[in-house]
């Protein structure tokens, strides 16, 4: 089973950019599903980018144009562009991976999340 770190969170300010990675190890990323998840305070889990194993995307409407997913499969990797950031994108961000083929189905393997935070 792969075991997925993330990294790249942080603070930063309305407008800047964030790129989180999602590390695998134990396991080929490429041979997963793999979405990028965030969790506010008080709110639900949500589902914001996903990657196919074919490379086929989706996003929610929220970050459509200013989120991208990718996938790096020379160094395992799953990457999440954040521009134009703003105060509603904070959360604590988690990327996930799945063995079937319905991105916006149940994901089977969760990373520890990394925390953004987005101040104006």
């Known amino acids: 089973q792969v075991q997925l770190v993330e990294s790249g969170g942080g603070s930063v300010q309305t407008g800047d950019s964030l790129r989180l990675s999602c590390a695998g190890s134990g396991g080929t990323v490429s041979k997963y599903i793999m979405g990028w998840f965030r969790q506010a305070p008080g709110k639900v889990r949500e589902l914001l980018a996903a990657i196919s194993r074919s490379g086929t995307t989706y996003y929610t409407d929220s970050v459509k144009g200013r989120f991208a997913i990718s996938r790096d499969n020379g160094k395992n990797t799953v990457l999440l562009q954040m521009n134009s950031l703003n105060t509603e994108d904070t959360a604590v961000y988690y990327c996930?991976?799945?063995?079937?083929?319905?991105?916006?189905?149940?994901?089977?393997?969760w990373g520890q999340g990394t925390q953004v935070t987005v101040s104006s």
């Open positions: 996930a991976a799945q063995t079937g083929a319905n991105m916006k189905g149940g994901y089977d393997y």
